[in-house]
């Protein structure tokens, strides 16, 4: 293959990894090594389900598609054996799925990641992960929104058994 066309292909992958980051809303970089052939299926198929790509990039096209996309804190992080999970929908499904599972993985370990388009600390990556999916955020919400209706149900229901139990018996 001719040196230009190398090149040229080398160009178009780290365009393709430039896309990626500037679309995604949040991506986590790991540490795989180690993981045994059923873990890296199974971590896989967990982020799949959370709408997660997980994939293993060389770190050159890594470092020139994050300083393209202007993630230059993420240079540090590119070193060994590295796989990046990008979420285009939720922000913290990466990071939920990945901790998660690195408690049952010794093997796998975060390296760091970006959030909402800025280089996240390993702080802010860990406290994404507590943070509950779309679902649960909703129903969280859900029950706030019920609490008032409820309480005022509640004094409505007393008050009517209070009137009832003053009335004289017949």
Do not use: C, H, W
Request: glycine share 6%; no cysteine; charged share 30%.
């Amino acid at each position: 293959m001719p040196k230009e066309a190398t090149i040229a292909k080398k160009a178009a992958v780290v365009d393709e990894v430039t896309d990626k980051f500037s679309r995604a809303k949040s991506a986590v970089v790991v540490d795989y090594l180690g993981l045994t052939v059923e873990e890296d299926t199974n971590l896989r198929k967990q982020l799949r389900d959370e709408g997660v790509e997980l994939e293993v990039i060389k770190n050159t096209y890594l470092r020139r598609a994050a300083e393209k996309s202007g993630y230059e804190g993420l240079d540090d992080t590119f070193t060994g054996p590295t796989a990046v999970a990008f979420s285009y929908e939720d922000v913290a499904a990466p990071a939920r799925v990945i901790y998660k599972f690195a408690k049952t993985a010794k093997n796998l370990e975060v390296k760091g990641g970006m959030i909402e388009g800025k280089v996240a600390s390993m702080d802010q990556l860990s406290e994404l992960s507590t943070l509950p999916d779309r679902e649960g955020l909703l129903s969280m919400l859900l029950s706030v929104l019920q609490a008032p209706v409820r309480n005022v149900a509640y004094a409505l229901n007393a008050v009517a058994d209070s009137k009832g139990d003053d009335e004289p018996a017949a």
